[in-house]
Every structure is written in structure tokens, then in C-alpha cells.
């Protein structure tokens, strides 16, 4: 089974929102909704060096366009989402970052399913990564 099956299968089976996967080692799990699991990874894991990249996989049941920009910082060189922003499909194409998806939606909601994330309106208009990073830090504190 190859990294990106390997993290589709981890995400269903236990019912996760995000699975890393490195080469064949499954390397994070999380329950945590929207991009906390990605600031942790990229912090916890890839500001440490702990995982340099080489065969990142990630996949996540909700992929946005923040979400799509962190994953590219954290070094993702593979994704899978059950659902994915039309938004974060383009953002990944021109990264360069193969994506599969269950199924594709214009944007993500909030959760009162009453307009945009907030985190796909912040990364709006915002194209590297670190950048993106650096927005959500601030809302942060």
C-alpha cells in the first residue's frame, strides 16, 4: 500500500480528520477540526526537522485554501480529502501538489453553514504559505 492509500485507509478506519503519513509510517493522527492539526505538524514536526518532507502524505476530511497552503509548508507531497474548495484544488495544482478528493465544493462553510471559513476568507488573495501561516498565528493571540 502505497503513503497516500496508507493515509486514506488510517483516516476512515479511525474515524480521524487528518492523517500524515511518511513513507509507510503513520506519522500523526488527529481528531482536531480545520487547521490545527497542520499548524501543529508543521510546528511540532517540521520546524523541528523531525520530517524533512521526503514522501509527506496527507490526508484530511476538509481541505481549504489555508489548509491547502499549510499542507505545502509542512511539505506535503501527496493529498487526499474527502471534500476540497474549488479554491484549494487551483491553490494545490499550482503548487504542484497532486490532490484526489471525494468530492469538490465552490468553498467551505463556517460552521452555522452561513458563508466562507473564516480561514478560506483569510488565506484569500494570499499565495504563499508562511504567509498563511503567519495570519493564523496572529488571530492566535
Not at 511518511?22 to 514536526?45: A, C, D
Request: proline share 4%.
Amino acid at each position: 500500500m502505497d503513503g497516500i492509500e496508507l493515509a486514506k485507509s488510517e483516516l476512515i478506519k479511525g474515524n480521524y480528520t487528518c492523517v500524515i503519513v511518511s513513507g509507510e509510517q503513520v506519522v500523526m493522527t488527529s481528531v482536531e477540526r480545520g487547521v490545527k492539526p497542520l499548524i501543529v505538524f508543521y510546528e511540532e514536526y517540521t520546524e523541528q526537522r523531525k520530517h524533512t518532507g521526503v514522501g509527506l502524505v496527507l490526508a484530511d476530511k476538509v481541505i481549504g485554501r489555508a489548509s491547502a497552503l499549510l499542507a505545502a509548508l509542512c511539505g506535503m507531497k501527496s493529498i487526499y480529502a474527502g471534500v476540497i474548495s474549488a479554491e484549494a484544488k487551483n491553490t494545490l495544482d499550482d503548487l504542484g501538489i497532486p490532490v484526489t478528493f471525494e468530492r469538490m465544493a465552490p468553498y467551505i462553510k463556517n460552521h452555522a453553514g452561513d458563508g466562507r471559513c473564516p480561514m478560506e476568507e483569510l488565506s484569500l488573495g494570499v499565495n504563499d504559505p508562511y504567509e498563511v501561516y503567519l495570519k493564523i498565528k496572529m488571530l492566535e493571540r
